[in-house]
């Protein structure tokens, strides 16, 4: 595999030497198509890797076996690295996985939140592409942490920040791997790790050509989407398959997480990585809309912090950083359910499920909140905001009883509680949005 790399890092010189700014032809990803797990041990001393195999690389799509559920808990954590994406894995048997690790600057938190895990080395690391949200915190990562394994889409793109990834693995002697559709990563042979892209034919766009990963651990699953965007959504299409947990593609942009993609994966937990207050809208008022359509709870690390999954192949619990207590466990449906079911597993029955807007007033300046579950709600640290959330109203003490309705008031409107003199909604149409203390999204309501 290190030829491969050579191979990768030689291309990536060359595109930054030439000054050229256009996407790689992708002609260095048909050099070498095979796969060759055996070629370097990471000589790596202290690591545990060296007492525990490193990850096998299976090239091939043969299945890992039917997963021993209940065995043990798989955990995956959807860490808070503000705008940019990082993922971490841990099994049922031990074995460590990152995929992705930020920004730079997210670089230290990255390692901070591995320490606090207990984690001194990584049985594995991915990069779902070469942008700099994704790659750029492995800098301090591979420097504080042996890696067994690097896993890589293998587009070649002119950056920097790429290029030293490349050659920190040269000089870390890291295994490196480029696996592509139909084959899978042996991490643990309780967790299926499938990988649904990059295509052994490569398109000529670096979202289009990312890693995407999907885990599974008896019934429970989870999709890594990375920057996906509706066109590789559309094209790996036919490899999907319904999804507990989604972790959203693209941080929320308008062109990920289409509905035709979120009808295939019915995903009841969706969880947004993003940076409070990012420059790009992210996450955008459509994709909430088009994941809350479909009933998927969602969270997002803005909001809530890390955001974590754990399982024991039967039922999970999600877990945020920053309401620690809130975690729920659902019971997971069968693999068979329908799509008309898929929703009963929703946290409904704690009632909180039941509150949402039930009207929206633009002229008027006012939108009311109703519960409409049989046991009362509070609505503390909730959160109503409009259309790009210019503005937001933090609810305080307040507990909506069943059946009871709270109108919040803007600009001329009268109501129960008044949030702020000024107009909030735009005549010409805008959208109400309602999160719970979590976080997550429970209601929209367009006006
Ligand atoms: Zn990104
Ligand atoms: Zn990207």
């Not at 003490?397 to 109108?407: I, N």
Request: aromatic content about 6%.
């Amino acid at each position: 595999m290190r030829r491969y790399l050579f191979i990768i890092l030689l291309f990536v010189c060359a595109i930054l030497i030439a000054g050229c700014t256009s996407p790689s032809t992708g002609s260095d990803r048909t050099l070498s198509p095979t796969l060759d797990v055996t070629a370097t041990s990471t000589g790596t001393a202290t690591s545990s890797t060296a007492s525990t195999p490193a990850p096998t690389y299976t090239a091939g799509g043969t299945t890992s076996g039917s997963s021993p559920a209940g065995a043990g808990t798989l955990r995956v954590s959807v860490l808070d690295v503000g705008q940019g994406d990082s993922i971490l894995i841990q099994s049922p048997g031990g074995k460590t996985m990152l995929v992705d690790a930020g920004d730079g600057d997210a670089g230290p938190t990255v390692v901070a939140a591995l320490r606090a895990r207990g984690i001194t080395s990584l049985d594995a690391a991915a990069a779902s592409h070469a942008h700099a949200d994704h790659i750029g915190g492995y800098a301090a990562v591979l420097s504080q942490f042996p890696v067994g394994r690097f896993y890589d889409s293998g587009y070649a793109t002119a950056s920097s920040t790429y290029e030293r990834l490349l050659t920190t693995i040269d000089e870390k002697n890291i295994r490196f791997s480029t696996p592509t559709a139909g084959q899978t990563i042996d991490l643990d042979p309780a967790v299926r790790i499938d990988v649904l892209s990059p295509d052994a034919t490569p398109s000529k766009e670096i979202h289009d050509d990312m890693l995407v990963l999907r885990l599974s651990y008896g019934k429970v699953s989870f999709l890594l989407a990375g920057d996906m965007a509706e066109d590789l959504e559309a094209r790996i299409a036919t490899s999907l398959r319904s999804t507990t947990v989604l972790k959203v593609g693209h941080h929320g942009s308008r062109t990920s997480t289409s509905t035709a993609f979120l009808n295939t994966v019915r995903a009841e937990v969706a969880i947004i990585s993003v940076g409070a207050g990012n420059s790009y809208g992210h996450p955008t008022a459509q994709a909430l809309s088009r994941l809350q359509a479909v009933g998927a709870k969602v969270y997002r690390t803005d909001q809530a912090g890390t955001v974590t999954v754990s399982t024991d192949g039967n039922t999970y619990t999600v877990t945020t950083e920053r309401t620690g207590s809130s975690t729920q466990a659902l019971p997971v449906a069968t693999t068979q359910r329908p799509a008309s079911s898929v929703r009963t597993t929703a946290p409904a029955s704690s009632g909180a499920g039941a509150v949402a807007i039930t009207a929206l007033d633009l002229k008027g300046e006012t939108v009311t909140v109703t519960n409409g579950g049989t046991s009362a709600v509070s609505l503390a640290g909730w959160r109503l905001t409009d259309e790009g959330a210019k503005h937001a109203y933090t609810f305080a003490g307040t507990t909506l009883p069943a059946g009871g309705s709270v109108t919040i008031a803007s600009g001329d409107g009268s109501g129960d509680i008044k949030w702020k003199n000024a107009n909030v909604w735009n005549n010409d149409g805008d959208t109400a949005y309602l999160y719970n203390a979590a976080g997550s999204l429970v209601s929209t309501r367009k006006g």
